[in-house]
C-alpha cells in the first residue's frame, strides 16, 4: 500500500528523548516536497513549545491533540510514523502502526521488543562514562551539577553506589530541560540523520 503522508512525533517528556531541533528541521528539509507531512505537538510541554518555535519551515500541517483521547485517535488515523520515545510510540505499537524509532538515551529493543512494524534508527553513542543506549529516562542531578552520565562525567556505577545517595537530588532539573534542547547530550546531539533518510527511503518511497 503506498504511503501518502508520514507523521512525525518529536516530543517527549525529557531532552534526553526528544528529537534535537537540528535533526527535526534536517528531516523536514529532506521530506519536503516528497510527502506530504503532519507533525504532532503539546500544547501543555514546554518542551514542545520551544521545538515548534525552532523550527525553520512554515506551511506545516501541525496538530495539537487536546487530550489523550484525541492523540489516539489521530494516531489511529496515521499511516506512517517517525518516534522518538514517548506515549505515541506505544500507542502505534498496539494498534500496529508502521513506522521508525529515533533511539536515544533508550533501548529500542526494549521499546518495540518485538513489534517488527516500527524498525529502530540505533544510536551507536560512546564516551569515557558511558554508551548509547545507556538506560535514562531523562537528566538528574548529582553532586549539584545536571545532565546524563557524559556532561556530569560520572559513572553508572558511582551513581549506583549507595554511598553516594545523599549527592543525589531532583534539583532544577526541569529549568535544565531547555537547556539540554540547545545543547543536546552526546547520544542526542550524534543521532545519525542520514540513517534516518535511508530508513525513510527504504520503508516509505
Same mark, same amino acid.
Given at each position: 500500500k503506498k504511503i501518502n503522508k508520514i507523521s512525525i512525533f518529536p516530543i517527549s517528556t525529557s531532552p534526553l528523548r526528544t528529537m534535537p531541533i537540528k535533526v527535526l528541521n534536517e528531516l523536514l528539509s529532506f521530506l519536503k516536497n516528497k510527502i506530504d507531512v503532519e507533525i504532532?505537538?503539546?500544547?501543555?510541554?514546554? /518542551? =514542545?513549545?520551544? @521545538? %515548534?518555535?525552532?523550527?525553520?519551515?512554515?506551511?506545516l500541517i501541525k496538530k495539537n491533540p487536546k487530550n489523550l483521547n484525541s492523540l489516539i485517535k489521530s494516531i489511529e488515523k496515521i499511516e506512517?510514523? /517517525?518516534? *522518538?520515545?514517548? +506515549?505515541?510510540?506505544? *500507542?502505534?505499537?498496539?494498534? +500496529?502502526?508502521? +513506522?521508525?524509532? @529515533? %533511539?536515544?538515551? *533508550? =533501548? +529500542?529493543? @526494549?521499546? @518495540?521488543?518485538n513489534f517488527k512494524q516500527i524498525k529502530v534508527v540505533k544510536n551507536e553513542f560512546k564516551s569515557r562514562y558511558c554508551q548509547a543506549p545507556c538506560g535514562l529516562i531523562d537528566v538528574f542531578s548529582y553532586n549539584n551539577k545536571i545532565g546524563c552520565y557524559s556532561t556530569i562525567n560520572v559513572n553508572q556505577n558511582e551513581i549506583l553506589n549507595l554511598k553516594n545517595f545523599n549527592k543525589l537530588q531532583r534539583r532544577e532539573i526541569k529549568k535544565n530541560n531547555l537547556f539540554y534542547l540547545l545543547n543536546p547530550v552526546g547520544c542526542v546531539e550524534t543521532i545519525n540523520i542520514n540513517k534516518i533518510k535511508k530508513l525513510i527511503e527504504s520503508e516509505v518511497f
Open positions: 504532532f505537538f503539546n500544547k501543555d510541554s514546554d /518542551i =514542545s513549545k520551544f @521545538v %515548534e518555535k525552532n523550527l525553520i519551515m512554515d506551511n506512517f510514523g /517517525i518516534f *522518538v520515545d514517548s +506515549g505515541p510510540l506505544h *500507542v502505534s505499537k498496539i494498534i +500496529g502502526k508502521k +513506522g521508525i524509532l @529515533v %533511539e536515544t538515551s *533508550v =533501548s +529500542g529493543n @526494549v521499546l @518495540v521488543n
